[in-house]
């Protein structure tokens, strides 16, 4: 037996048929015993016959037809949103990716390739015996000469 959120379910994705009295399957026994699922079970059929009967006039088309192309857009309008209920996620977890990558810094050692080391400069002090030290600095017109 199903319960009436169920059955309220199924009745959106029922066939026409499935909701008319006598017919098999759960939704039809939960129908047979529960008058307010019952109820919305005939409201359904009843708006869809008057949607139909409404339609149908001055088309030429038959009220069967109408049903069946009115079923049909709703079979295709919840496929598409089951598509949504889908990609939904996918898309907000490529997002956050997205995000979340943006977002490391650039000198990230993992991010960068590895920097081969500039090759070593000759001395270019002669110090004449004495202990130099010679500093490059960030500016290239700086370099600092200390002698100890
Ligand atoms: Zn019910």
């Given amino acids: 037996m ?3 959120t169920e059955a309220r379910a ?5 066939d ?15 129908l047979a015993t529960c008058a307010a699922c ?11 016959a008057a949607l139909a009967a409404a339609h149908g006039r001055g088309t030429g088309r038959t009220p069967a ?14 496929s598409r949103q089951r598509r949504i209920r889908v990609l939904l996620p996918l898309l907000a ?12 810094p650039l000198g990230s050692p993992g991010l960068r390739p590895p920097v081969p080391a500039p090759p070593a400069l000759p001395p270019i002090v002669e110090a004449g015996g004495l202990n130099v030290a010679v500093f490059s600095t960030t500016r290239p017109d700086v370099t600092v000469v200390w002698q100890f």
């Fill in 2 to 4: 199903i319960t009436c």
């Fill in 10 to 14: 199924a009745l959106l994705d029922a």
């Fill in 16 to 30: 026409l048929d499935a909701l008319r009295p006598g017919a098999p399957g759960p939704l039809s026994a939960h």
């Fill in 38 to 48: 019952r109820a919305a079970a005939d409201r359904i059929v009843g708006g869809t």
């Fill in 65 to 78: 037809s109408v049903v069946a192309t009115a079923l049909e857009h709703g079979r295709r309008l919840r």
């Fill in 93 to 104: 977890a490529a997002s956050l990716a997205v995000f979340f990558v943006s977002d490391l």
